[in-house]
């Protein structure tokens, strides 16, 4: 099937209602995937069209694919490798964050469990990380100060005359 047949094609929402997939994306980039990634506290570094377009395409390209060798190289404006912001980000929008999401956005063909459906999901939420605008995300100022405070600690506690209790009483004996 070609891509732009593929996008009309008709799909069914829920078992309630059918739509042309585009008219889906959209809706789903618009008022799903977009504003969930806000709602956690990052920034976009692309426009909703943009990820549209790179979802649809990777939606395509990827289909009867497994995750494992799935391709999704769209461009990544995000190339932080900082495993303490990844760490961060996954620990924000946790799989309980993503099961709830995929609970109301996930119930048609192409993201259903059943199907490789389930293969495009993962696909999507690792994307995502690709596409993020770190230095603009409220979330990075977040985790910047937990990591300074934590810095400060730690220099403190080495600056400290204080002696560890456990070290303490491990000299005495």
Known sequence: MKFEAWLNAPIRINNACILKRKVWLTAFIKNGLYPFIVSKGYSWAITEDHLRNCI?????????????????????????????????????????????????????TDFHEDTRGQDRRFDVQEFIWGQLDLESSPQTKILNEMLEDHYENDVDDKNSSRIDIYLQEAQEY
């Open 56 to 108: 649809a395409t990777g939606l395509y390209e990827n289909m009867g694919v497994s995750c494992l060798a799935s391709n999704w190289n769209y461009g990544f404006p995000n190339t932080e490798t900082n495993e303490d912001h990844k760490s961060h980000f996954y620990y924000n929008i946790s799989y309980d964050a993503w099961d709830t999401f995929w609970n109301v956005w996930g119930n048609v």
